[in-house]
C-alpha cells in the first residue's frame, strides 16, 4: 500500500452566503499557497493550519462578466481553474483505463454543488469531465471508426445502511455482494447507456427526483444521504488483428454533509460513544484513520471496510485499484468555525491514503470467455458441487455461513450472466432503448414546464437545494383536490407518505385563479408559520406544511403576474425560513448578539423534534422530546439542546445536539420497521432503543453560572446562586466562593493592600486562587447522589465534588485552581466567559399511576409533565451582570479608599505649599476616576432590571 499513489486533496472556500451576511459573520479562513489557515475569531484558540495539494481561494477577487465569474486577481480560483488541477487528471487517467473517484466533503450548504456540478456558465468538474469526455469520443471515433467508445451511467443512494437505485422504478434497497475478483458490489444495480452529457444530466435529473419522492417518506425524511454517480467508460479497440477492452469506472461521491460538533476545549476530545452523525460517515472515519496509518508502514492494520455500506462500495477508491481526488468544501464563517475546522480535519486524514490503480484492460473475447467458465463453475458448485469459499470471501474475512455462500454465489452468477449480456448485445441497440426512455421522461418534463407557467400548484421545498421543486401538485380550473394518505377510498387525489398526514388530511380547490383549502379535523397543517384549521385561500408564495415533514410552496401563476404588474414583487423562501417561521425565530438582524447560532440550531432541531414525537406517538413509545435551552459551557451564550421526558417514569434527560441526531437515525430505522408491519422493532433491547435511556443514567438538575471576572482584580467572590433547570424552574441554591491566593495558598485580603487597577497588568505574572463549594439547598428529593461538575479554563475534563444524598448536600469541596503566567487568553477567559457548574444526580422514577392508558398521542396533547416550579429562566448574562455587579461594587469601594489615600497627600502638599505635584490636574483626573466607576455601577444596575423585566 505505501508504494501506491497518495490520495489527491484540494480544499475550497466560497463567499458568504445570504445568512452568514446576516449573522454578521467574520472571516475565519485565509489562504497562502497550498496552506489553509484557520482563527477561532471566539474561543481564541491559537491559529491551525493544514497543507493540501490545492488550497483554492474563492471568497473574493472575482468579476461576474456575462454570468461567469471571472477571476480578478491570482488568489480567485474559478471554476476553470479548479478543472484544470482536478478534471484534467481525472479525464487523462480514466482515458488510460484507471479507475477514479472524487469525493465531495463538506457541511450542508459549504459549496460542494458549486465545485462539482456548478450552475450556468460556472459550470463544475463533473459537466466540463462530461462535456470533454464525450468531444473526445467523437474525435477518436472518427479517426478510427471500427472502435467502440462506450459510456454507462448509475446512480445510487445510500441511507441509513440501505442501498437504493435512483434510476429503478421502485423504492427497494439492494444487497451488496462480493466476489474475490470483483470485490464489492452492488446486485441489480441499473446501469444505463448514454450518449451526450445531456443525456446524463437527463438521467441525473431523474435520479434526484426520484431521491426527493424517497425523501417524503419516513426512511429518508433527512437530505443527509451520501448520493453516488458511477459512470463507466469502455473502450473496444482493434490492435494487432484482436479486439481490447478498456475500461475505467468513475465514481463521483457527494459525502451527506458534515455536523457541527460543540467545542470541546484546547485539545478537542472526540464525541461521547453513540454521538456519531450516522454509521456511514463514522465508519469512512474509521476507514480513512486505518488507511492512514498503513500509509505510513504500520503493520497488521485491520481496514474495517465491512463496517458500513458506504465504505463497501468505497473500497475500490480508498483502499485498492483507484487514482482518487477529494474536494472539501469550507465556509468561510466565523460562525462555522468548528464545522469547517471539522471538515479541514478530515481532510487532512484523507490525504495520507495511498491507493495503488492499475490499468483495466483485457481482450474482449477473453473476458467473454472467462465470464461463461466462471458461471459453468458457479452453476456446478449451486448444483451440489465442491463450493469455492475463496471465490467470494476474503483472505481477511470472518468464517462465513453456508447460506451466505449460496447467496453471493448466485449473486456473482446473475451479475456474470448480466455483464455477458450486455457485452453481447450492440451497443447501438443499446444505446436506442435508452435514449428512448429519456424522450419519453423529456416529454414529461416539457409538459410540466408548460403548465407551471399557467397553472396554479405547489412545489417542495426541501433542507437540501438540489431536491427543491421536483414534486409538483397541479390544481386545473374547477377541480377539486384530495389531499391524503395513500390507500384511501376513494382514492385521494394526491397522495402523500410521511409522518402525521392523515387519510383524510385537506381539500385543496381550484376556481377562477384562486385557491381555497379545507383543512380535515386533526390535521397538521401549518401556513406561514402558523397552525391552520377549516377554510381559508391560499396566496402566490404562501409557505405550506403539511404534517410534519411536507414542506411546499404555493405558486399561482396569474396572481404573480398581477401582481408584477402592480409592482409587487416577492420574497424567494427557503426552507429554512419556512421553519424559522413555525420555530418563530427572527431573522439574523433581529437576533440578540451572540445569539445567532442558538437561532440556527432551533431552526434546525424543531422540524426533527416534530419528527421524532410524531413518531413516538405512532408506536406509542411514551417518550416526548423537545427543544431546550441551556449555558453553553464556558461561554456567555446559551446553546440548544434536546430534552427527553419519559412518561413511564417521569424521568427526564439531556441530550446534546449530536446526540439527538445520532439517535434519529436509529428512530427512522425502527419506525421504517413499523411502516412495512416488519415487528422486529417490537423486540429490540430496552439498551438498544433510541427512545428509552438508562434510568440510572446522571442527568443535569440544574446549572449556576458565575462571573470570574473580579479575579482580574484580585477580588474574592461569595454567592448563593439559583440553581435552574431547561425550563427555568428552580431547583435549589447552589453555594459558591472563589478567592485569590498567594504562594503558600494563604487568602489574599484587603489587609494586604493589593491593588489591580487594569486585569491586563496581570499578564506574565502568576495567579492563584481557590474555589469552593460548600453545599447546595432545597435540592427535589427526587434525586440522588447528588454532585457539582464544571471545566476551568482550558480543561478538557470535568472536576467534580463528591457524591452526596440528600436535599440540603453538604459538599465541603475546595479545589485549587491556578494560571502561570497570566496570559492574554486567560485574561479574555477572566472577561468574556462565566464559569457553567452543572449540578448532577441520579433520578427516582415515578412510575404513572395504575390505570392509566393513556396513549402517547393523548398524554402529549393533554401537556402531561412533572410538577415543577416555574420561575424566570436564570440566563447566564442575567447571572453575569449579577456577579460583574458585586464585583464593580467591591472595585469602586477599593477604589474609592485609594482616593481618600490620595486625597489626603494632595492636602498635605496643599498645606506645605509643596511644588511637585500638580494640584487641580491630580484632582481631576481623581473627580473622573470615581465618576467613570459611579457610572459602571448604574450601568449594570440598569442592566440587571432590564433582564429582571425580562
Same mark, same amino acid.
Given at each position: 500500500?505505501?508504494?501506491?499513489?497518495?490520495?489527491?486533496?484540494?480544499? /475550497?472556500?466560497?463567499?458568504?452566503? @445570504?445568512?452568514?451576511?446576516?449573522?454578521?459573520?467574520?472571516?475565519?479562513?485565509?489562504?497562502?499557497?497550498?496552506?489553509?489557515?484557520?482563527?477561532?475569531?471566539?474561543?481564541?484558540?491559537?491559529?491551525?493550519?493544514?497543507?493540501?495539494?490545492?488550497?483554492?481561494?474563492?471568497?473574493?477577487?472575482?468579476?461576474?462578466?456575462?454570468?461567469?465569474?471571472?477571476?480578478?486577481?491570482?488568489?480567485?480560483?474559478?471554476?476553470?481553474?479548479?478543472?484544470?488541477?482536478?478534471?484534467?487528471?481525472?479525464?487523462?487517467?480514466?482515458?488510460?483505463?484507471?479507475?477514479?473517484?472524487?469525493?465531495?466533503?463538506?457541511?450542508?450548504?459549504?459549496?460542494?454543488?458549486?465545485?462539482?456540478?456548478?450552475?450556468?456558465?460556472?459550470?463544475?468538474?463533473?459537466?466540463?469531465?462530461?462535456?470533454?469526455?464525450?468531444?473526445?469520443?467523437?474525435?477518436?471515433?472518427?479517426?478510427?471508426?471500427?472502435?467502440?467508445?462506450?459510456?454507462?451511467?448509475?446512480?445510487?443512494?445510500?441511507?441509513?445502511?440501505?442501498?437504493?437505485?435512483?434510476?429503478?422504478?421502485?423504492?427497494?434497497?439492494?444487497?451488496?455482494?462480493?466476489?474475490?475478483?470483483?470485490?464489492?458490489?452492488?446486485?441489480?444495480?441499473?446501469?444505463?447507456?448514454?450518449?451526450?452529457?445531456?443525456?446524463?444530466?437527463?438521467?441525473?435529473?431523474?435520479?434526484?427526483?426520484?431521491?426527493?419522492?424517497?425523501?417524503?417518506?419516513?426512511?429518508?425524511?433527512?437530505?443527509?444521504?451520501? $448520493?453516488?454517480?458511477?459512470?463507466?467508460?469502455?473502450?473496444?479497440?482493434?490492435?494487432?488483428?484482436?479486439?481490447?477492452?478498456?475500461?475505467?469506472?468513475?465514481?463521483?461521491?457527494?459525502?451527506?454533509?458534515?455536523?457541527? &460538533?460543540?467545542?470541546?476545549?484546547?485539545?478537542?476530545?472526540?464525541?461521547?460513544?453513540?454521538?456519531?452523525?450516522?454509521? @456511514?460517515?463514522?465508519?469512512?472515519?474509521?476507514?480513512?484513520?486505518?488507511?492512514?496509518? &498503513?500509509?505510513?508502514?504500520?503493520?497488521?492494520?485491520?481496514?474495517?471496510?465491512?463496517?458500513?455500506?458506504? $465504505?463497501?462500495?468505497?473500497?475500490?477508491?480508498?483502499?485498492?485499484?483507484?487514482?482518487?481526488?477529494?474536494?472539501?468544501?469550507?465556509?468561510?464563517?466565523?460562525?462555522?468555525?468548528?464545522?469547517?475546522?471539522?471538515?479541514?480535519?478530515?481532510?487532512?486524514?484523507?490525504?495520507?491514503?495511498?491507493?495503488?490503480?492499475?490499468?483495466?484492460?483485457?481482450?474482449?473475447?477473453?473476458?467473454? /470467455?472467462?465470464?461463461?467458465?466462471?458461471?459453468?463453475?458457479?452453476?456446478?458448485?449451486?448444483?451440489?458441487?465442491?463450493?469455492?469459499?475463496?471465490?467470494?470471501?476474503?483472505?481477511?474475512?470472518?468464517?462465513?455461513?453456508?447460506?451466505?455462500?449460496?447467496? /453471493?454465489?448466485?449473486?456473482?452468477?446473475?451479475?456474470?450472466?448480466?455483464?455477458?449480456?450486455?457485452?453481447?448485445?450492440?451497443?447501438?441497440?443499446?444505446?436506442?432503448?435508452?435514449?428512448?426512455?429519456?424522450?419519453?421522461?423529456?416529454?414529461?418534463?416539457?409538459?410540466?414546464? %408548460?403548465?407551471?407557467?399557467?397553472?396554479?400548484?405547489?412545489?417542495?421545498?426541501?433542507?437540501?437545494?438540489?431536491?427543491?421543486?421536483?414534486?409538483?401538485?397541479?390544481?386545473?380550473?374547477?377541480?377539486?383536490?384530495?389531499?391524503?394518505?395513500?390507500?384511501?377510498?376513494?382514492?385521494?387525489?394526491?397522495?402523500?407518505?410521511?409522518?402525521?398526514?392523515?387519510?383524510?388530511?385537506?381539500?385543496?380547490?381550484?376556481?377562477?385563479?384562486?385557491?381555497?383549502?379545507?383543512?380535515?379535523?386533526?390535521?397538521?397543517?401549518?401556513?406561514?408559520?402558523?397552525?391552520?384549521?377549516?377554510?381559508?385561500?391560499?396566496?402566490?408564495?404562501?409557505?405550506?406544511?403539511?404534517?410534519?415533514?411536507?414542506?411546499?410552496?404555493?405558486?399561482?401563476?396569474?396572481?404573480?403576474?398581477?401582481?408584477?404588474?402592480?409592482?409587487?414583487?416577492?420574497?424567494?423562501?427557503?426552507?429554512?425560513?419556512?421553519?424559522?417561521?413555525?420555530?418563530?425565530?427572527?431573522?439574523?438582524?433581529?437576533?440578540?448578539?451572540?445569539?445567532?447560532?442558538?437561532?440556527?440550531?432551533?431552526?434546525?432541531?424543531?422540524?426533527?423534534?416534530? %419528527?421524532?414525537?410524531?413518531?413516538?406517538?405512532?408506536?406509542?413509545?411514551?417518550?416526548?422530546?423537545?427543544?431546550?435551552?441551556?449555558?453553553?459551557?464556558?461561554?456567555?451564550?446559551?446553546?440548544?439542546?434536546?430534552?427527553?421526558?419519559?412518561?413511564?417514569?417521569?424521568?427526564?434527560?439531556?441530550?446534546?445536539?449530536?446526540?439527538?441526531?445520532?439517535?434519529?437515525?436509529?428512530?427512522?430505522?425502527?419506525?421504517?420497521?413499523?411502516?412495512?408491519?416488519?415487528?422486529?422493532?417490537?423486540?429490540?433491547?430496552?439498551?438498544?432503543?433510541?427512545?428509552?435511556?438508562?434510568?440510572?443514567?446522571?442527568?443535569?438538575?440544574?446549572?449556576?453560572?458565575?462571573?470570574?471576572?473580579?479575579?482580574?482584580?484580585?477580588?474574592?467572590?461569595?454567592?448563593?446562586?439559583?440553581?435552574?433547570?431547561?425550563?427555568?424552574?428552580?431547583?435549589?441554591?447552589?453555594?459558591?466562593?472563589?478567592?485569590?491566593?498567594?504562594?503558600?495558598?494563604?487568602?489574599?485580603?484587603?489587609?494586604?493592600?493589593?491593588?489591580?487597577?487594569?486585569?491586563?497588568?496581570?499578564?506574565?505574572?502568576?495567579?492563584?486562587?481557590?474555589?469552593?463549594?460548600?453545599?447546595?439547598?432545597?435540592?427535589?428529593?427526587?434525586?440522588?447522589?447528588?454532585?457539582?461538575?464544571?471545566?476551568?479554563?482550558?480543561?478538557?475534563?470535568?472536576? $467534580?465534588?463528591?457524591?452526596?444524598?440528600?436535599?440540603?448536600?453538604?459538599?465541603?469541596?475546595?479545589?485549587?485552581?491556578?494560571?502561570?503566567?497570566?496570559?492574554?487568553?486567560?485574561?479574555?477567559?477572566?472577561?468574556?466567559?462565566?464559569?457553567?457548574? %452543572?449540578?448532577?444526580?441520579?433520578?427516582?422514577?415515578?412510575?404513572?399511576?395504575?390505570?392509566?392508558?393513556?396513549?402517547?398521542?393523548?398524554?402529549?396533547?393533554?401537556?402531561?409533565?412533572?410538577?415543577?416550579?416555574?420561575?424566570?429562566?436564570?440566563?447566564?448574562?442575567?447571572?453575569?451582570?449579577?456577579?460583574?455587579? %458585586?464585583?464593580?461594587? /467591591?472595585?469602586?469601594?477599593?477604589?474609592?479608599?485609594?482616593?481618600?489615600?490620595?486625597?489626603?497627600?494632595?492636602?498635605?502638599?496643599?498645606?506645605?505649599?509643596?511644588?511637585?505635584?500638580?494640584?487641580?490636574?491630580?484632582?481631576?483626573?481623581?473627580?473622573?476616576?470615581?465618576?467613570?466607576?459611579?457610572?459602571?455601577?448604574?450601568?449594570?444596575?440598569?442592566?440587571?432590571?432590564?433582564?429582571?423585566?425580562?
Amino acid at each position: 500500500m505505501a508504494e501506491g499513489e497518495s490520495v489527491k486533496v484540494a480544499v /475550497r472556500v466560497r463567499p458568504f452566503n @445570504s445568512r452568514e451576511k446576516q449573522m454578521n459573520a467574520k472571516l475565519c479562513i485565509r489562504m497562502e499557497g497550498a496552506t489553509t489557515y484557520i482563527n477561532d475569531l471566539e474561543g481564541g484558540d491559537e491559529e491551525k493550519f493544514f497543507t493540501f495539494d490545492y488550497s483554492y481561494w474563492s471568497y473574493d477577487g472575482f468579476d461576474d462578466i456575462d454570468g461567469y465569474l471571472t477571476p480578478s486577481n491570482d488568489h480567485y480560483a474559478d471554476q476553470k481553474k479548479v478543472f484544470d488541477d482536478v478534471g484534467v487528471g481525472i479525464r487523462d487517467n480514466s482515458w488510460n483505463g484507471f479507475n477514479c473517484s472524487l469525493f465531495a466533503y463538506g457541511q450542508t450548504g459549504s459549496g460542494k454543488s458549486y465545485s462539482i456540478i456548478g450552475y450556468g456558465k460556472n459550470k463544475g468538474v463533473v459537466p466540463l469531465y462530461c462535456e470533454d469526455l464525450f468531444v473526445k469520443m467523437a474525435e477518436l471515433q472518427q479517426e478510427n471508426p471500427d472502435n467502440q467508445y462506450q459510456v454507462q451511467f448509475a446512480m445510487l443512494e445510500i441511507y441509513n445502511e440501505s442501498v437504493f437505485d435512483l434510476l429503478a422504478g421502485n423504492r427497494k434497497a439492494l444487497k451488496i455482494r462480493q466476489s474475490k475478483q470483483r470485490g464489492f458490489f452492488v446486485q441489480g444495480l441499473k446501469k444505463t447507456p448514454v450518449g451526450s452529457y445531456k443525456e446524463i444530466e437527463d438521467r441525473m435529473a431523474e435520479g434526484t427526483a426520484n431521491r426527493t419522492v424517497a425523501a417524503t417518506k419516513m426512511n429518508a425524511t433527512s437530505s443527509r444521504a451520501h $448520493t453516488v454517480v458511477e459512470l463507466t467508460l469502455t473502450q473496444k479497440i482493434k490492435t494487432g488483428g484482436a479486439n481490447m477492452t478498456k475500461t475505467s469506472v468513475v465514481n463521483l461521491v457527494d459525502l451527506a454533509g458534515s455536523e457541527r &460538533a460543540a467545542s470541546t476545549g484546547a485539545t478537542g476530545a472526540t464525541l461521547k460513544q453513540g454521538a456519531a452523525i450516522n454509521k @456511514s460517515l463514522s465508519a469512512l472515519g474509521n476507514v480513512i484513520a486505518a488507511l492512514a496509518s &498503513a500509509s505510513e508502514g504500520k503493520k497488521k492494520v485491520i481496514v474495517p471496510f465491512r463496517d458500513s455500506s458506504l $465504505t463497501m462500495i468505497l473500497k475500490n477508491a480508498l483502499g485498492g485499484n483507484s487514482k482518487t481526488v477529494m474536494i472539501a468544501a469550507l465556509s468561510p464563517a466565523s460562525v462555522n468555525y468548528e464545522e469547517t475546522l471539522s471538515t479541514l480535519r478530515f481532510a487532512d486524514r484523507a490525504k495520507q491514503i495511498k491507493t495503488k490503480a492499475t490499468v483495466n484492460e483485457s481482450p474482449t473475447d477473453k473476458l467473454i /470467455r472467462e465470464l461463461k467458465e466462471e458461471n459453468d463453475k458457479l452453476k456446478k458448485m449451486l448444483e451440489g458441487g465442491v463450493i469455492d469459499k475463496s471465490m467470494v470471501k476474503d483472505d481477511d474475512e470472518d468464517d462465513i455461513s453456508d447460506e451466505e455462500v449460496q447467496a /453471493r454465489l448466485q449473486a456473482l452468477m446473475e451479475e456474470n450472466n448480466a455483464e455477458k449480456a450486455s457485452m453481447e448485445q450492440e451497443w447501438k441497440e443499446k444505446l436506442e432503448e435508452a435514449q428512448k426512455a429519456i424522450e419519453a421522461l423529456k416529454a414529461e418534463q416539457s409538459r410540466k414546464q %408548460e403548465m407551471m407557467k399557467t397553472t396554479p400548484h405547489i412545489m417542495n421545498l426541501n433542507d437540501d437545494e438540489q431536491l427543491c421543486g421536483m414534486i409538483v401538485f397541479f390544481f386545473e380550473d374547477g377541480s377539486e383536490n384530495k389531499v391524503g394518505t395513500k390507500g384511501a377510498e376513494p382514492p385521494n387525489n394526491i397522495e402523500l407518505s410521511g409522518l402525521e398526514i392523515e387519510t383524510s388530511h385537506c381539500t385543496i380547490s381550484h376556481s377562477d385563479g384562486k385557491l381555497l383549502m379545507v383543512v380535515a379535523e386533526e390535521a397538521k397543517v401549518y401556513v406561514n408559520g402558523e397552525y391552520v384549521s377549516g377554510k381559508l385561500e391560499l396566496m402566490h408564495g404562501d409557505r405550506l406544511l403539511l404534517g410534519t415533514n411536507n414542506m411546499f410552496t404555493v405558486v399561482n401563476p396569474g396572481e404573480k403576474e398581477t401582481a408584477e404588474k402592480a409592482g409587487i414583487t416577492y420574497h424567494k423562501f427557503t426552507y429554512h425560513d419556512a421553519m424559522a417561521e413555525i420555530q418563530n425565530l427572527g431573522s439574523g438582524d433581529d437576533a440578540q448578539k451572540g445569539e445567532e447560532l442558538l437561532q440556527q440550531d432551533i431552526a434546525e432541531l424543531g422540524p426533527m423534534i416534530g %419528527e421524532v414525537n410524531a413518531m413516538s406517538c405512532a408506536m406509542d413509545k411514551k417518550v416526548k422530546f423537545d427543544i431546550v435551552v441551556m449555558p453553553e459551557e464556558g461561554k456567555r451564550r446559551r446553546t440548544a439542546m434536546v430534552s427527553m421526558f419519559s412518561y413511564l417514569t417521569s424521568c427526564s434527560y439531556l441530550l446534546s445536539r449530536e446526540e439527538f441526531i445520532s439517535r434519529k437515525y436509529k428512530m427512522e430505522e425502527m419506525y421504517q420497521q413499523f411502516v412495512e408491519g416488519d415487528e422486529t422493532w417490537k423486540s429490540v433491547p430496552s439498551s438498544e432503543d433510541p427512545f428509552v435511556e438508562d434510568e440510572n443514567k446522571e442527568t443535569t438538575i440544574g446549572t449556576v453560572s458565575i462571573s470570574l471576572k473580579s479575579l482580574g482584580y484580585l477580588f474574592e467572590q461569595e454567592q448563593t446562586l439559583t440553581i435552574t433547570n431547561y425550563q427555568g424552574a428552580q431547583k435549589g441554591e447552589l453555594r459558591v466562593e472563589y478567592y485569590p491566593t498567594k504562594e503558600d495558598g494563604s487568602i489574599i485580603t484587603e489587609e494586604d493592600d493589593i491593588f489591580v487597577d487594569d486585569p491586563d497588568t496581570l499578564v506574565g505574572q502568576p495567579l492563584r486562587f481557590s474555589l469552593k463549594i460548600p453545599y447546595a439547598r432545597g435540592v427535589p428529593k427526587r434525586f440522588e447522589n447528588v454532585y457539582c461538575r464544571y471545566r476551568y479554563f482550558l480543561d478538557t475534563d470535568y472536576t $467534580t465534588t463528591g457524591q452526596v444524598t440528600g436535599q440540603n448536600p453538604e459538599f465541603n469541596f475546595t479545589q485549587n485552581h491556578s494560571c502561570v503566567p497570566v496570559t492574554d487568553q486567560f485574561i479574555d477567559y477572566l472577561e468574556k466567559q462565566s464559569l457553567v457548574i %452543572e449540578v448532577m444526580g441520579t433520578q427516582i422514577p415515578v412510575p404513572v399511576k395504575p390505570g392509566d392508558q393513556r396513549t402517547t398521542k393523548q398524554l402529549m396533547a393533554s401537556n402531561f409533565s412533572v410538577n415543577q416550579t416555574p420561575v424566570a429562566l436564570m440566563d447566564p448574562e442575567k447571572q453575569m451582570i449579577m456577579s460583574e455587579l %458585586e464585583s464593580t461594587k /467591591r472595585r469602586a469601594k477599593k477604589q474609592q479608599n485609594k482616593l481618600i489615600k490620595v486625597q489626603e497627600l494632595i492636602d498635605a502638599a496643599k498645606n506645605e505649599q509643596s511644588e511637585t505635584i500638580s494640584v487641580a490636574d491630580l484632582q481631576r483626573i481623581l473627580e473622573s476616576n470615581a465618576d467613570s466607576m459611579g457610572i459602571a455601577v448604574a450601568g449594570l444596575l440598569a442592566a440587571l432590571k432590564f433582564k429582571t423585566r425580562q
